[in-house]
């Protein structure tokens, strides 16, 4: 997990990092780091990618698991199949400057519904792939993985205008 200031821990930003949820969840309450997080991404600029939008997700199946609970999403893990099926497709933005997105994704979660506070920033075949609420950003694909930098740079400007 790469933590980027607060007066208080030092941090002014977060990337909840892709990988398997529920390893990630586990060593999250073992550690007592649930709360803590839970409460930082509540009021921190916070950008979850594949397990880590999992993790910020309000709901979760396929199969259920608890979360952080901080973004209203409701996501299905593996929601585009098992690593076989990982690809890098091309897609609008609605809400970004530039061309269209390069996505790359790795048994990558779907989010099958939103809030009314979700804002949807980039789709796939007209499902939602990159979505903010507030100060959080979900990417059900890995930016981190293409040349591309605007994900990126949209928590940055979030963390800036703090």
């Known amino acids: 997990m790469h933590i980027a200031n607060d007066s208080k821990n030092g941090l002014d930003s977060l990337v909840i990092p892709g990988g398997e949820s529920t390893t ?3 060593l999250l309450e073992s550690g007592g780091f649930l709360d ?3 409460d930082f991404v509540s009021t921190k600029p916070t ?3 594949c397990a880590g939008a999992i ?4 709901v979760v199946d396929n199969p259920p698991q608890p979360s952080l609970g901080v973004l ?3 996501v299905q893990r593996n929601g585009y199949g098992r690593q076989i099926d990982s690809t890098i497709e091309i897609a609008s933005t609605q809400k970004l400057d530039g061309p269209p997105l390069e996505l790359v994704f790795i048994r990558a979660p779907k989010i099958i519904g939103t809030g009314p506070g979700v804002e949807v920033l980039a789709t796939r ?5 990159l979505v903010r609420q507030g ?3 979900a990417a059900t694909f890995h930016p981190e993985l293409s040349i591309e930098s605007r994900v990126h740079k ?3 400007a979030m963390a800036r205008s703090q």
């Open 55 to 58: 993790l910020m997700a309000t």
């Open 125 to 129: 075949r007209g499902e939602p792939v």
């Open 135 to 137: 100060k959080m950003l």
């Open 72 to 74: 209203d999403i409701h």
């Open 154 to 156: 949209c928590l940055l």
């Open 47 to 49: 950008l979850g990618t």
């Open 36 to 38: 803590r997080l839970r």
């Open 24 to 26: 990630l969840l586990k």
